[in-house]
């Protein structure tokens, strides 16, 4: 679960220390989130799973737990996602994970901000049609507070994911793009490494800097994957920020935030618990060269 207090559109704080990694990815570069890998995979986990999918996707319906009449929803995108309220053992599943799940269907001022901040994600190459690709069921979480986004994904249930939406809050798009982007790139690489295995030693663990405690490596190798495409998504808002100083601030503090916290696991490449194929791709995420 994603759990993070948004920092205030401002100078970046003296607190954080200089990283000599450049804030531009080269142009020459690939992104990180590899355009056309999430359609692909996608529709490798489609036929695999045909017969389950056959009368559509909701997540109740994925786990088994839909109800008689069918689970609860309202369109937001156009033959993509849904929001969709779980209720019953669906619901309990995600309570047992301390998630607050909101108790009615978000409404259309929360489905035009989900298009806005899906909008935000064109600038990226082929990060829009990722998205439309891999999220299907959205569900709304009650947030902490003001200024307080909360998400999460599981890798068990593909096509799904659980946000807070900061309606009529500061750099509302901004931060709910980031948090769809964050569930989406969670669950293409848990779709990737259902074929190809990036850790092999499942007991491996190390600190990760975004939850401040020990974790799994693969956990840490999730985390750097989303952060890298965030910040490179980012990177590419910089030409695209229409509305001001202070959108391009928070576009800035935020990528400085995420080199920060990048810059704590500058090693992970070198741990003998990631696959030939792990370290070569953790190698590349922690290339700003």
């Not at 996707?57 to 969709?84: C, K, N, R």
């Not at 978000?106 to 999220?135: N, T």
């Not at 659980?162 to 709910?176: D, N, V």
């Amino acid at each position: 679960m994603r759990y993070r207090a948004c920092m205030a559109a401002n100078a970046i704080p003296s607190s954080i220390p200089f990283m000599p990694f450049p804030l531009h990815r080269p142009s020459s570069r690939p992104a990180s989130w590899q355009p056309g890998l999430a359609a692909n995979l996608a529709v490798s986990f489609e036929r695999s799973h045909a017969a389950r999918l056959a009368t559509g996707y909701s997540t109740a319906s994925w786990l088994g737990l839909a109800t008689s009449d069918g689970p609860a929803t309202v369109p937001i995108l156009q033959h993509s996602a849904q929001f969709e309220l779980l209720t019953g053992p669906a619901r309990q599943r995600y309570e047992g994970l301390a998630l607050v799940l909101a108790e009615t269907l978000p409404g259309e001022v929360e489905a035009a901000l989900f298009r806005e901040a899906v909008q935000l994600l064109r600038h990226g190459d082929q990060l829009r049609d990722a998205v439309r690709v891999l999220v299907r069921s959205v569900h709304a979480l009650v947030p902490c507070g003001e200024g307080f986004d909360t998400s999460h994904s599981d890798p068990d249930v593909p096509f799904s994911v659980f946000l807070s939406i900061p309606t009529g809050e500061k750099h509302a798009a901004l931060r709910l793009a980031e948090s769809i982007l964050h569930e989406a790139m969670h669950l293409q690489l848990s779709l990737f490494e259902a074929g190809e295995p990036l850790v092999g030693e499942s007991d491996a663990s190390g600190y990760s800097p975004w939850q401040g405690t020990v974790r799994p490596i693969g956990g840490l190798v999730h985390g750097l994957f989303v952060f890298r495409a965030i910040f490179d998504w980012l990177g590419t808002l910089d030409s695209a920020c229409s509305d001001g100083a202070s959108t391009l601030a928070y576009v800035e503090n935020r990528r400085h935030e995420i080199l920060q916290e990048m810059s704590c696991i500058a090693d992970l490449a070198a741990s003998p618990a990631l696959t030939p194929t792990g370290a070569r791709l953790v190698t590349t995420w922690l290339d700003f060269s």
